[in-house]
């Protein structure tokens, strides 16, 4: 059995966002920074296994899409304010 095929969706969204949003306007930090801020969101999302990402973006509704990604925004904000005041020095 390959168990590499699955993954939670919710990383494909953290990193998306991450990239888009947190990346550009963060300049000079590191990218423990950057996986830092992507465990601390993630461990404060619930799980949601696929196996392949076309499955989810097909079965998602778009209020339930929209949820998913304010959820995102959120705990990456709060991610982020978290290692800014708690580890700024370190990276």
Aim: charged share 35%.
């Amino acid at each position: 059995m390959e168990r590499s095929q699955i993954h939670n969706y919710y990383e494909h969204l953290v990193f998306d966002y991450i990239d888009q949003h947190v990346v550009p306007n963060a300049v000079g930090k590191s990218d423990d920074y950057f996986l830092d801020i992507a465990c601390i969101a993630l461990n404060k999302l619930p799980n949601r296994y696929v196996r392949h990402e076309v499955d989810m973006a097909f079965f998602l509704k778009s209020d339930e899409r929209s949820e998913m990604k304010k959820r995102v925004r959120e705990s990456i904000k709060e991610a982020q304010g978290f290692i800014d005041e708690n580890f700024e020095n370190r990276h």
